[in-house]
């Protein structure tokens, strides 16, 4: 898959887990920069 198509997914994840629960921002931005492979999260991010 193409970096754009994983952020499509990831956005389409987002969009659907907020309808059932929605989670705290600061998870969500942990979540893509663990998948995008984009640098360290930190504990607090986590």
């Known amino acids: ?3 754009d198509r994983d952020e499509q997914l990831l ?3 987002a ?3 907020a309808l059932i629960d929605p ?3 600061h998870t969500i ?3 893509r920069k663990a998948f995008l492979g ?3 999260v930190s504990a607090g991010e986590a």
């Open 23 to 25: 989670p705290p921002e």
């Open 15 to 17: 969009e659907a887990y």
């Open 38 to 40: 984009e640098g360290e």
């Open 1 to 3: 898959m193409t970096k």
């Open 29 to 31: 931005k942990a979540a």
């Open 11 to 13: 956005d389409e994840v």
